[in-house]
């Protein structure tokens, strides 16, 4: 689990910790793998020393509880995790070989490949969704599991000129079903396709106004459907969402989201300062870390709700201008998981 103390930058490691399973020895094997990030930030070193003893642990640990980590995946995914285990397996051989033939230019390659094969075997440890939604909110958009989207957008302004950017992001329905239902129901409208990118200040890049006077997405009937507050807590015994209230009301500022503003490429809604529950249709994607929002104590944690991260093409984000083109948002994976959404 993510402490305030010990922020994880990395939104792919977010992801995995924020799944819901309880499995020690696979978040050791995970643990292990993340640690290698740390020792290839020292500056001026060139010892693998460290690296070795991280693949030397996962290995070891992947070795001697391998009976406990299998009996954790879910029946129904044993074909998934089996896969994943032996991939696993040949991965880190291939880790520690690399590193006795000193290669250190393909360790983070490898470390990204390991951690990949310990995602999908967590995912599979996932053997039910965690809670029930509570009953004010279980007829709208549910996202009950993950969801993958593909973003393209069109860069009027880079180095090398106007260029197309695409973006991977993962949607995080185990922690935030109704905020990640809401955003896509609205992808699979095509609501964000064509839209500008309508805030880019270096903080943020922001997009979800559409045009006329409304200022979120209306529905059917002509009302703006609007998005509780929810947000998930680190540590709660109990699994569902705190909704309709931000953590700073609660009087629980200290205390840290499942899904926090750690990342580059963190995505939330939008919404007005004083009303929690005013989130529609617009999102945004939060650039860096400043005064506002250093890693683990800022502003932003338990005040907006997060729903999930950009995990590829982030630096893309930077380079957004106010009036780039949202192409398009298509779901890659996980459109199985979307509960009374659109058709």
């Known amino acids: ?20 399973i309880d499995c020690k020895p696979i978040r050791q094997v995970q643990k292990d793998l993340e640690s290698i990030s740390d020792a290839l930030r020292i500056p001026g070193s060139k010892s693998l020393g460290p690296i070795s003893r991280s693949v030397r642990s996962a290995t070891g640990t992947l070795a001697s509880q391998r009976a406990v980590i299998l009996a954790a995946v879910a029946p129904a995914k044993k074909a998934d995790a089996d896969a994943a285990l032996a991939q696993l397996d040949r991965a880190l051989a ?19 490949e390991c951690l990949d094969y310990v995602g999908r075997l967590e995912e599979a440890m996932v053997a039910k969704f965690p809670f029930d939604i509570p009953s004010a909110y279980s007829a709208r958009p549910l996202l009950k599991g993950r969801a993958t989207l593909e973003m393209r957008v069109d860069l009027s302004e880079t180095p090398q000129g106007p260029r197309p950017a695409v973006l991977t992001v993962v949607l995080d329905g185990y922690n935030a079903p109704v905020s990640a239902g809401a955003f896509l129901d609205l992808v699979e409208r095509g609501f964000y396709d064509g839209m500008d990118v309508q805030r880019a200040d270096g903080f943020v890049v922001q997009t979800g106004d559409p045009e006329g006077p409304a200022d979120g997405f209306v529905d059917g009937a002509g009302a703006t459907v609007r998005v509780p507050m929810e947000i998930r807590v680190a540590g709660d015994k109990d699994p ?104």
């Open 1 to 20: 689990m993510l402490t305030a103390g010990d922020p994880i930058k990395n939104a792919q490691a977010i992801l995995r910790y924020a799944l819901p």
């Open 94 to 112: 291939e880790f520690s070989a690399l590193i006795e033939a000193k290669d250190k230019q393909a360790v983070p390659i490898k470390q990204r």
């Open 240 to 343: 569902v969402p705190v909704y309709e209230i931000n953590l700073e009301d609660l009087g629980r500022f200290n205390e840290q989201p499942v899904l926090p503003f750690n990342a580059y490429g963190t995505l939330a809604w939008a919404r007005g300062e004083f009303d929690n529950n005013s989130a529609s249709s617009q999102v945004f994607f939060l650039l860096k870390e400043s005064e506002l929002t250093p890693s683990g104590a800022n502003l932003l944690d338990g005040r907006y709700a997060v729903f999930g991260y950009v995990i590829e093409g982030q630096d893309a984000l930077g380079l957004m201008r106010v009036g780039d083109k949202i192409e398009y948002i298509k779901v890659l994976s996980g459109a199985e998981n979307l509960v009374n959404g659109f058709k």
